[in-house]
Protein backbone atom coordinates (compact mmCIF):
# COMPACT_ATOMS: atom_id res chain seq x y z
CA UNK A 1 0.00 0.00 0.00
CA UNK A 2 0.88 3.66 -0.60
CA UNK A 3 1.37 5.68 2.64
CA UNK A 4 3.22 8.81 3.88
CA UNK A 5 6.78 8.04 5.64
CA UNK A 6 8.49 10.65 8.21
CA UNK A 7 12.32 9.30 7.98
CA UNK A 8 14.25 12.31 9.26
CA UNK A 9 12.93 15.31 11.48
CA UNK A 10 13.28 17.85 8.73
CA UNK A 11 9.57 18.72 8.58
CA UNK A 12 7.21 18.69 6.07
CA UNK A 13 9.77 18.47 3.12
CA UNK A 14 11.16 15.84 4.37
CA UNK A 15 8.33 13.79 4.13
CA UNK A 16 8.27 11.18 1.77
CA UNK A 17 5.44 8.43 -0.07
CA UNK A 18 6.63 4.92 -0.09
CA UNK A 19 5.26 1.57 -0.20
CA UNK A 20 4.46 -0.65 2.68
CA UNK A 21 3.03 -3.86 3.84
CA UNK A 22 -0.85 -3.43 4.27
CA UNK A 23 -0.91 -3.11 8.16
CA UNK A 24 -2.76 -6.83 9.91
CA UNK A 25 -5.04 -6.26 12.97
CA UNK A 26 -4.20 -7.69 16.04
CA UNK A 27 -6.53 -8.53 18.66
CA UNK A 28 -9.05 -5.57 19.43
CA UNK A 29 -7.87 -3.71 16.41
CA UNK A 30 -10.37 -3.01 13.34
CA UNK A 31 -8.61 -2.87 9.78
CA UNK A 32 -9.43 0.25 7.57
CA UNK A 33 -9.79 1.17 4.21
CA UNK A 34 -9.00 4.68 4.58
CA UNK A 35 -10.84 7.39 2.55
CA UNK A 36 -10.49 10.48 3.81
CA UNK A 37 -7.15 11.40 6.66
CA UNK A 38 -7.46 14.51 8.39
CA UNK A 39 -4.18 16.71 8.80
CA UNK A 40 -3.74 18.49 12.29
CA UNK A 41 -1.32 20.62 14.06
CA UNK A 42 0.59 17.83 15.99
CA UNK A 43 1.35 16.48 12.05
CA UNK A 44 3.07 18.91 11.83
CA UNK A 45 4.98 19.07 14.96
CA UNK A 46 6.05 14.98 14.30
CA UNK A 47 7.86 16.06 11.31
CA UNK A 48 9.98 18.06 13.44
CA UNK A 49 10.29 16.34 16.54
CA UNK A 50 8.37 18.77 18.60
CA UNK A 51 5.82 17.07 19.71
CA UNK A 52 5.34 15.53 23.23
CA UNK A 53 5.17 11.90 21.49
CA UNK A 54 7.90 11.08 19.95
CA UNK A 55 7.89 7.66 17.86
CA UNK A 56 10.86 5.98 16.59
CA UNK A 57 11.85 6.61 13.22
CA UNK A 58 10.67 6.28 10.62
CA UNK A 59 6.77 6.42 11.26
CA UNK A 60 3.57 6.92 9.50
CA UNK A 61 1.47 10.00 10.75
CA UNK A 62 -2.04 10.75 10.73
CA UNK A 63 -4.33 10.35 14.23
CA UNK A 64 -7.56 10.39 12.23
CA UNK A 65 -9.23 8.62 9.41
CA UNK A 66 -12.68 7.81 7.80
CA UNK A 67 -12.92 4.65 5.76
CA UNK A 68 -14.81 1.20 5.65
CA UNK A 69 -14.60 -1.61 7.86
CA UNK A 70 -12.19 -4.44 6.01
CA UNK A 71 -11.99 -6.81 8.73
CA UNK A 72 -13.07 -5.97 12.92
CA UNK A 73 -13.65 -8.66 16.39
CA UNK A 74 -16.66 -10.38 16.50
CA UNK A 75 -17.66 -8.66 19.28
CA UNK A 76 -17.06 -5.01 18.52
CA UNK A 77 -20.40 -4.51 16.46
CA UNK A 78 -18.55 -3.90 13.33
CA UNK A 79 -19.29 -5.63 10.01
CA UNK A 80 -16.99 -5.59 7.02
CA UNK A 81 -18.26 -2.73 5.02
CA UNK A 82 -19.22 -0.95 7.52
CA UNK A 83 -18.54 3.25 7.53
CA UNK A 84 -16.40 4.64 10.34
CA UNK A 85 -14.55 7.44 11.56
CA UNK A 86 -11.53 5.90 13.31
CA UNK A 87 -8.69 7.63 16.02
CA UNK A 88 -5.73 5.43 15.17
CA UNK A 89 -3.25 8.22 16.89
CA UNK A 90 -0.89 6.72 13.97
CA UNK A 91 -0.70 5.03 10.49
CA UNK A 92 -4.09 7.29 8.84
CA UNK A 93 -1.98 9.01 6.59
CA UNK A 94 -2.17 5.31 4.06
CA UNK A 95 -4.35 3.12 2.27
CA UNK A 96 -5.13 0.96 4.96
CA UNK A 97 -5.01 1.68 8.45
CA UNK A 98 -5.23 -0.75 12.15
CA UNK A 99 -7.36 0.98 15.10
CA UNK A 100 -8.09 0.00 18.78
CA UNK A 101 -12.34 -1.31 18.90
CA UNK A 102 -12.55 1.93 21.00
CA UNK A 103 -11.09 4.17 18.32
CA UNK A 104 -13.52 3.15 15.89
CA UNK A 105 -16.75 4.84 15.55
CA UNK A 106 -19.86 4.17 13.32
CA UNK A 107 -21.22 6.72 10.64
CA UNK A 108 -24.56 8.30 10.82
CA UNK A 109 -25.86 6.73 7.05
CA UNK A 110 -26.21 10.73 5.72
CA UNK A 111 -22.65 11.29 6.96
CA UNK A 112 -19.52 12.19 4.04
CA UNK A 113 -16.54 11.02 4.70
CA UNK A 114 -14.90 14.79 4.37
CA UNK A 115 -16.76 15.32 7.54
CA UNK A 116 -16.30 12.08 9.79
CA UNK A 117 -12.50 12.48 8.70
CA UNK A 118 -12.54 16.09 9.73
CA UNK A 119 -13.84 15.29 13.51
CA UNK A 120 -11.96 12.81 15.81
CA UNK A 121 -8.99 15.02 16.56
CA UNK A 122 -10.41 18.95 16.81
CA UNK A 123 -13.84 17.89 17.39
CA UNK A 124 -13.10 15.76 20.31
CA UNK A 125 -10.83 17.98 22.19
CA UNK A 126 -13.27 20.54 22.21
CA UNK A 127 -15.72 19.01 23.18
CA UNK A 128 -13.64 17.87 25.95
CA UNK A 129 -12.43 21.23 26.54
CA UNK A 130 -15.58 23.16 26.83
CA UNK A 131 -18.12 20.71 28.46
CA UNK A 132 -15.74 18.74 30.61
CA UNK A 133 -12.66 20.94 31.73
CA UNK A 134 -14.43 24.46 31.07
CA UNK A 135 -17.77 23.66 31.92
CA UNK A 136 -20.39 25.59 29.68
CA UNK A 137 -23.61 26.33 29.69
CA UNK A 138 -26.10 27.58 27.98
CA UNK A 139 -26.42 31.34 27.48
CA UNK A 140 -22.30 31.42 28.19
CA UNK A 141 -20.07 34.01 26.11
CA UNK A 142 -17.05 32.15 24.78
CA UNK A 143 -13.95 33.84 22.99
CA UNK A 144 -12.07 31.57 20.49
CA UNK A 145 -8.63 32.17 18.84
CA UNK A 146 -7.32 31.26 15.89
CA UNK A 147 -10.96 30.80 15.02
CA UNK A 148 -10.47 29.90 11.26
CA UNK A 149 -8.60 26.82 11.64
CA UNK A 150 -9.33 23.02 12.61
CA UNK A 151 -9.12 23.32 16.36
CA UNK A 152 -11.22 27.18 16.28
CA UNK A 153 -14.09 26.86 13.62
CA UNK A 154 -14.58 22.90 15.79
CA UNK A 155 -14.68 25.12 18.62
CA UNK A 156 -17.20 27.55 17.68
CA UNK A 157 -19.47 24.94 16.47
CA UNK A 158 -19.27 22.79 19.63
CA UNK A 159 -19.83 26.01 21.52
CA UNK A 160 -22.73 26.77 19.34
CA UNK A 161 -24.51 23.34 19.81
CA UNK A 162 -24.68 23.88 23.40
CA UNK A 163 -26.25 27.12 23.68
CA UNK A 164 -23.40 29.44 23.85
CA UNK A 165 -22.62 32.91 22.09
CA UNK A 166 -19.15 32.96 19.76
CA UNK A 167 -16.70 35.76 19.63
CA UNK A 168 -14.38 34.28 17.20
CA UNK A 169 -11.06 35.77 17.12
CA UNK A 170 -8.73 36.24 13.76
CA UNK A 171 -5.77 37.46 11.98
CA UNK A 172 -7.38 38.62 8.83
CA UNK A 173 -10.88 39.93 7.74
CA UNK A 174 -10.80 36.92 5.44
CA UNK A 175 -10.09 34.92 8.30
CA UNK A 176 -13.26 35.99 9.81
CA UNK A 177 -15.40 34.73 7.21
CA UNK A 178 -14.69 31.84 7.54
CA UNK A 179 -15.22 31.57 11.10
CA UNK A 180 -18.60 33.61 10.99
CA UNK A 181 -19.01 30.95 8.29
CA UNK A 182 -18.62 28.39 11.05
CA UNK A 183 -21.35 29.88 13.25
CA UNK A 184 -19.53 32.62 14.98
CA UNK A 185 -21.94 35.55 16.43
CA UNK A 186 -19.50 38.22 16.29
CA UNK A 187 -15.78 38.23 14.82
CA UNK A 188 -12.70 40.63 16.33
CA UNK A 189 -9.31 40.69 14.82
CA UNK A 190 -6.28 39.75 16.75
CA UNK A 191 -4.71 42.99 16.87
CA UNK A 192 -6.56 44.90 20.14
CA UNK A 193 -9.32 42.02 20.13
CA UNK A 194 -9.23 42.94 24.31
CA UNK A 195 -10.94 46.39 23.73
CA UNK A 196 -13.05 45.11 20.85
CA UNK A 197 -14.69 42.10 23.38
CA UNK A 198 -14.90 44.56 26.21
CA UNK A 199 -17.36 46.71 23.62
CA UNK A 200 -19.27 43.59 22.55
CA UNK A 201 -19.73 42.60 26.18
CA UNK A 202 -20.89 45.81 27.72
CA UNK A 203 -17.12 45.82 29.73
CA UNK A 204 -18.72 42.26 31.29
CA UNK A 205 -16.24 40.28 29.63
CA UNK A 206 -16.32 36.52 28.62
CA UNK A 207 -17.31 33.15 30.48
CA UNK A 208 -14.63 30.90 28.76
CA UNK A 209 -11.38 31.51 26.15
CA UNK A 210 -10.48 28.51 23.89
CA UNK A 211 -7.05 29.13 23.41
CA UNK A 212 -4.88 26.85 20.88
CA UNK A 213 -2.78 30.12 19.95
CA UNK A 214 -1.08 30.81 23.15
CA UNK A 215 1.99 33.90 22.72
CA UNK A 216 1.45 37.43 23.28
CA UNK A 217 -2.43 37.04 23.74
CA UNK A 218 -2.31 35.01 26.71
CA UNK A 219 -2.34 38.22 29.14
CA UNK A 220 -5.09 39.73 27.13
CA UNK A 221 -7.23 36.75 27.03
CA UNK A 222 -7.39 36.67 30.66
CA UNK A 223 -8.36 40.53 31.02
CA UNK A 224 -11.34 39.67 28.83
CA UNK A 225 -12.45 37.29 30.85
CA UNK A 226 -15.33 37.78 33.13
CA UNK A 227 -15.77 36.92 37.18
CA UNK A 228 -15.47 33.51 37.76
CA UNK A 229 -14.26 32.95 33.47
CA UNK A 230 -11.91 30.15 32.67
CA UNK A 231 -9.14 30.26 30.00
CA UNK A 232 -8.83 26.92 28.33
CA UNK A 233 -5.20 26.21 27.16
CA UNK A 234 -5.18 23.36 23.96
CA UNK A 235 -1.80 24.57 22.69
CA UNK A 236 0.50 26.67 21.40
CA UNK A 237 0.27 27.14 17.38
CA UNK A 238 2.34 30.55 18.02
CA UNK A 239 5.41 28.69 19.12
CA UNK A 240 5.78 30.71 22.43
CA UNK A 241 4.43 28.89 25.77
CA UNK A 242 2.91 32.05 28.12
CA UNK A 243 3.37 32.21 31.63
CA UNK A 244 1.04 33.86 34.00
CA UNK A 245 1.43 35.75 37.04
CA UNK A 246 -0.89 33.69 39.41
CA UNK A 247 -1.88 37.54 41.03
CA UNK A 248 -3.71 38.00 38.27
CA UNK A 249 -6.29 35.12 38.98
CA UNK A 250 -7.10 36.42 42.17
CA UNK A 251 -8.32 39.65 40.61
CA UNK A 252 -11.68 38.64 39.14
CA UNK A 253 -11.71 34.93 40.65
CA UNK A 254 -10.81 33.64 37.52
CA UNK A 255 -9.02 29.85 36.15
CA UNK A 256 -6.72 28.80 33.67
CA UNK A 257 -7.46 25.68 32.46
CA UNK A 258 -5.28 23.10 31.28
CA UNK A 259 -6.56 20.49 28.07
CA UNK A 260 -4.88 17.53 27.50
CA UNK A 261 -7.58 15.14 25.84
CA UNK A 262 -5.04 12.67 24.78
CA UNK A 263 -3.69 12.48 28.31
CA UNK A 264 -7.36 11.83 29.83
CA UNK A 265 -8.37 8.79 27.72
CA UNK A 266 -5.01 7.49 27.78
CA UNK A 267 -5.62 5.35 31.36
CA UNK A 268 -9.56 5.04 30.46
CA UNK A 269 -9.57 4.72 26.44
CA UNK A 270 -13.47 3.45 26.58
CA UNK A 271 -14.66 6.97 27.31
CA UNK A 272 -13.73 8.24 23.88
CA UNK A 273 -16.95 6.51 22.44
CA UNK A 274 -18.85 7.66 24.60
CA UNK A 275 -17.67 11.25 23.87
CA UNK A 276 -18.08 10.51 19.89
CA UNK A 277 -21.54 9.77 20.59
CA UNK A 278 -22.22 12.94 23.09
CA UNK A 279 -20.78 14.46 19.87
CA UNK A 280 -23.42 12.78 17.38
CA UNK A 281 -25.74 14.28 19.88
CA UNK A 282 -24.44 18.07 19.30
CA UNK A 283 -24.90 17.08 15.66
CA UNK A 284 -28.30 17.04 15.53
CA UNK A 285 -28.74 20.42 16.34
CA UNK A 286 -27.52 20.88 12.91
CA UNK A 287 -24.13 23.05 14.30
CA UNK A 288 -21.71 20.44 13.46
CA UNK A 289 -20.57 21.10 9.92
CA UNK A 290 -16.95 21.24 9.91
CA UNK A 291 -15.30 23.36 7.04
CA UNK A 292 -13.27 21.93 4.53
CA UNK A 293 -10.44 23.76 3.39
CA UNK A 294 -9.20 20.82 0.64
CA UNK A 295 -8.98 17.63 -0.20
CA UNK A 296 -5.68 16.78 -1.38
CA UNK A 297 -3.77 13.68 -2.78
CA UNK A 298 -2.14 11.43 -0.24
CA UNK A 299 1.51 12.28 -2.84
CA UNK A 300 0.87 15.45 -1.53
CA UNK A 301 0.86 15.40 2.11
CA UNK A 302 4.34 17.23 2.06
CA UNK A 303 2.98 20.22 1.15
CA UNK A 304 -0.39 20.15 3.44
CA UNK A 305 1.20 19.78 5.98
CA UNK A 306 3.72 22.61 4.87
CA UNK A 307 0.32 24.73 5.15
CA UNK A 308 -0.58 24.57 8.55
CA UNK A 309 3.35 25.76 8.70
CA UNK A 310 2.75 28.76 7.12
CA UNK A 311 -0.98 29.01 8.59
CA UNK A 312 -2.87 29.51 5.43
CA UNK A 313 -5.08 26.55 6.05
CA UNK A 314 -8.87 27.85 7.06
CA UNK A 315 -10.96 24.71 8.53
CA UNK A 316 -9.64 21.39 7.73
CA UNK A 317 -7.58 19.81 5.18
CA UNK A 318 -7.70 16.00 4.24
CA UNK A 319 -5.45 13.71 2.18
CA UNK A 320 -7.06 11.11 0.25
CA UNK A 321 -5.17 7.81 -0.03
CA UNK A 322 -6.33 7.35 -3.71
CA UNK A 323 -4.69 9.44 -5.39
Known sequence: MRAVHVTRLDGPEAVEIVDLPQPTAAEGQVLIKVERAGVSFPDL???????????????????????????????????????????????????????????????????????????????????????????????????????????????????????????????????????????????????????????????????????PVGGDRFTDSLRSLATLGRLLVIGFTEGAIPQVKVNRLLLNNISVVGVGWGAYWASQPHVVRSQWDQLMQLAGTGAIDPPIDQVVPLSDAGTAIGRLAARTVTGKLLLDPAR
Not at 103 to 130: E, H, I, Q, R
Open 45 to 211: LLTRGEYQIRPDLPFVPGAEVSGTVVSAPADSGLTTGDRVAAFPGFGGFAEFVTAPTDFVFPLPGSMSFDVAAALPMNYLTCLFALLERGGLQPGETVLVHGAAGGIGTAAIQVAKASGAKVIAVTSTPQKGEVARAAGADDVVLADGFLAAVKDLTGGRGVDVVVD
